[in-house]
């Protein structure tokens, strides 16, 4: 995963153009996608955890069949590249996660030949939706994005409390790459040294600014200087440091 760097425009181009080369093609076209289905919002937006955030990113957002098409096949894509196939169900915590876990199941049926089995939890009742979490199972977890790691901290008990599973790992849409609610390491590692099982997601906000930063899409520049500034200073506040 890439760590967020500071550049100014003039040494800005061969490093975009180095991260580019090897980004692989799913994820620039990921980036695209989250824009163009008015999922990934740049502006001026409290968050949850009272941080100010020049952008927000908001899966409930993906509203029609195709959308929720393309968005299972970039989560199957990254889980295959991350984790593997060796895993019997993908896990989709409340709200958001359900849809997730379906659409992503459906996608790695067709993209791999794998038949994988969906689980989420209903956050009223307490009980599960989908399949039932059997011993031996082997889980990865699915989210929209993290910020603070709360919801894992509700459903990962929830998951290892109904079997004797393993949790394999999780995948998230946007690494927010901030840190978290420990105020050191980003949420992503704080749910990794908690919990013991890998994270990660699809693309970084650092693959995000280096794939948009001065380049059009939808028929627009997206990151000019301004917005860049911006993000800038809301790293320098709530970025992960080396």
């Given at each position: 995963?890439?760590?967020?760097?500071?550049?100014?425009?003039?040494?800005?181009?061969?490093?975009?153009?180095?991260?580019?080369?090897?980004?692989?093609?799913?994820?620039?076209?990921?980036?695209?996608?989250?824009?163009?289905?008015?999922?990934?919002?740049?502006?001026?937006?409290?968050?949850?955890?009272?941080?100010?955030?020049?952008?927000?990113?908001?899966?409930?957002?993906?509203?029609?069949?195709?959308?929720?098409?393309?968005l299972g096949e970039y989560y199957a894509k990254a889980i295959h590249e991350t984790?593997?196939?060796?895993?019997?169900?993908?896990?989709?915590?409340?709200?958001?996660?359900?849809?997730?876990?379906?659409?992503?199941?459906?996608?790695?049926?067709?993209?791999?030949?794998?038949?994988?089995?969906?689980?989420?939890?209903?956050?009223?009742?307490?009980?599960?939706?989908?399949?039932?979490?059997?011993?031996?199972?082997?889980?990865?977890?699915?989210?929209?994005?993290?910020?603070?790691?709360?919801?894992?901290?509700?459903?990962?008990?929830?998951?290892?409390?109904?079997?004797?599973?393993?949790?394999?790992?999780?995948?998230?849409?946007?690494?927010?790459?901030?840190?978290?609610?420990?105020?050191?390491?980003?949420?992503?590692?704080?749910?990794?040294?908690?919990?013991?099982?890998?994270?990660?997601?699809?693309?970084?906000?650092?693959?995000?600014?280096?794939?948009?930063?001065?380049k059009e899409c939808e028929g627009r520049v997206v990151i000019d200087d301004k917005?860049?500034?911006?993000?800038?200073?809301?790293?320098?506040?709530?970025?992960?440091?080396?």
């Amino acid at each position: 995963m890439l760590e967020y760097t500071q550049y100014n425009n003039n040494s800005a181009k061969p490093h975009i153009q180095e991260v580019l080369d090897t980004m692989e093609a799913y994820k620039q076209e990921f980036i695209d996608f989250m824009v163009e289905s008015d999922v990934l919002k740049f502006g001026d937006f409290t968050l949850k955890s009272g941080r100010k955030s020049p952008f927000f990113m908001n899966a409930g957002a993906y509203v029609t069949g195709t959308q929720l098409m393309r968005l299972g096949e970039y989560y199957a894509k990254a889980i295959h590249e991350t984790y593997g196939d060796d895993f019997d169900v993908l896990f989709g915590p409340a709200y958001k996660g359900i849809p997730i876990s379906v659409v992503t199941a459906v996608a790695y049926a067709k993209l791999y030949g794998k038949e994988v089995r969906y689980c989420s939890d209903r956050k009223e009742e307490g009980s599960f939706l989908g399949s039932k979490l059997k011993d031996g199972d082997r889980v990865i977890m699915i989210e929209d994005v993290t910020t603070s790691g709360k919801s894992m901290e509700e459903t990962v008990p929830k998951v290892r409390g109904a079997a004797d599973v393993t949790i394999i790992g999780l995948m998230v849409s946007l690494n927010r790459m901030e840190v978290g609610l420990g105020g050191k390491v980003s949420a992503l590692d704080e749910i990794k040294e908690r919990y013991g099982f890998e994270t990660s997601a699809i693309v970084s906000m650092a693959d995000v600014v280096e794939h948009l930063y001065n380049k059009e899409c939808e028929g627009r520049v997206v990151i000019d200087d301004k917005l860049k500034a911006a993000i800038d200073t809301y790293y320098e506040q709530y970025g992960v440091r080396n």
